[in-house]
C-alpha cells in the first residue's frame, strides 16, 4: 500500500471537504479536474487574495504563512486532505506543512517529467513565479527527469495578474503574452521550444492567449490532471456527500465581488466568505 494512504483516518465523515488552497485562483485548473474525478465530493476553495502575489516574497514569508492559514482553515473546516494547489507553495513550504499538520496534504510540482517525455525538440520551457523557477526542488527535478534536455525558465508574475483580472471579466493585455513567449524564445535556444511547463495554476487560465502568443508552435502541460488523479486515489473508498454548493474562502476585502464571484460560478461555487 501507498505510505501516504496508511496517514488517513479511515472514518472520515462523509461531509468532510476537500481543501484547495492557492495564493488566489489559479488552483481552479485544479478543482476543474477535480470535479471530473469527483463530482461528487465537497470542496471548499481558499485564496490568500490579501497575501497574493507570492513570487515576489521571500522563502520564509511564503513558508511562514502558509502554514500559518492552513493550519487555521484546518482547524475550522476539518477537512480530509489538503491540496496546496499553487507551484510557488509547494516548492517552497510542502515539507514544513507536512511536519506541523496531521492532514494528509498533496503539492504541486511543475509538469517537467511529462514534458521531457513530450518534447520532439528536446528544447522545453518553464513559465513560472520568480519563486518557483529560482527552486532547488525544480533544480531536482531537471536533474531526475530532463537530462540531456534544454530547459528554459522564465519568471512571467505578469500572467498571475492577467488570469485574476480575466476570471473576473477582464481583458488582459495582449502584450503581458508576447513578453512570456519572447521571454523563452529570446534565450540561447529558445527558438527550438516545442514544449512549455505551466508552472503556475495561474497559468492555465490564460492558455489561449498564451498560445496566439507562441503562434499556436507549442504544447502546453501543467499538472492540474495529475494532481486531481493523486486526490481521487487518496480518497480511494471514502463517501462523499456534498450537502450544498461548493465555496470560497478567501483573505481580504473581496467577498462580496460580483464580477468574482460570477468567474467563481462557472467552476461550481455558488458563495465566497472571509476567513
Known sequence: MDPARTEFVLDVQPASPILLFDSGFGGLTVLAELQKQLPHAPVIYAADLAGIPYGPKTEAEVAARVAGLLGRLAERFHPRLICIACNTASTIALGMVRDVLETPIVGTVPAIKPAAAMTQTGTIGLLGTAATIRQAYVDNLEAEFAQGKLLLRHAAPELVEAAELKLRGGTPDPAIFTRAAEGLRGQPGGDATDTVVLACTHFPLVQDELAAAFENKVHFIDGAQGIARRIAYLTQGQSFDRQDDNFAIV???????????????RYGIGRIQPL
Not at 483573505?251 to 460560478?265: C, F, H, I, M, V
Open 251 to 265: 483573505t481580504g476585502n473581496e467577498q462580496d465581488s460580483a464580477p468574482l464571484l460570477g468567474g467563481l460560478r
